[in-house]
């Protein structure tokens, strides 16, 4: 997708502070955090959303799992805890159309969500 900034980032046409990557998936820190430790989960073909068919095929959901886990060992995050949020439309606030899991910790997150 030649206009998609993510896709973009994964091209290093965009800069970027990655975090992990493996042949499947890009893991890089979110320019806006939310938390100290916010880090995007990408996967490297273009999927628009959680609900693209294209998000189930291949085994991405395995390797972006295995990502998510891969970052917070690199975080150190499997002590004190992280959150992993898909955002989904208009009610969830997505702004970027392809597919990213925030992985986000480093304080006390609130449940629910605001
Ligand atoms: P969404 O609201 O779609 O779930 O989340 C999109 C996320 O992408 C936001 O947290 C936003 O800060 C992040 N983001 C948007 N553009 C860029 C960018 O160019 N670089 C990085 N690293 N993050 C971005
Ligand atoms: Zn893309």
Same mark, same amino acid.
Request: with cysteine; net charge negative.
């Given at each position: ?26 893991? /890089? =820190? ?12 990408? #996967?490297?073909? &273009?999927?628009?959303? $959680? ?30 805890? /992280? =959150? ?12 970027? #159309?392809?597919? &990213?899991?925030?992985? $986000? ?10």
């Amino acid at each position: 997708m030649s206009d998609c900034i993510f896709c973009k980032i994964i091209n290093r046409e965009l800069p970027s502070t990655i975090v992990y990557e493996d042949d499947q998936v890009l893991a /890089f =820190r979110d320019i806006n955090p939310a938390a100290p430790i916010h880090v995007l989960v990408i #996967p490297k073909r &273009h999927c628009a959303n $959680i609900l693209d068919p294209a998000t189930v095929e291949a085994g991405l959901p395995a390797a972006l799992f295995k990502a998510v886990a891969q970052v917070a060992a690199k975080e150190g995050l499997e002590e004190r805890g /992280f =959150r992993t949020v898909v955002n989904y439309g208009r009610d969830a606030g997505e702004a970027v #159309p392809h597919l &990213h899991l925030h992985v $986000i910790g480093g304080r006390a997150l609130g449940w629910p969500p605001g």
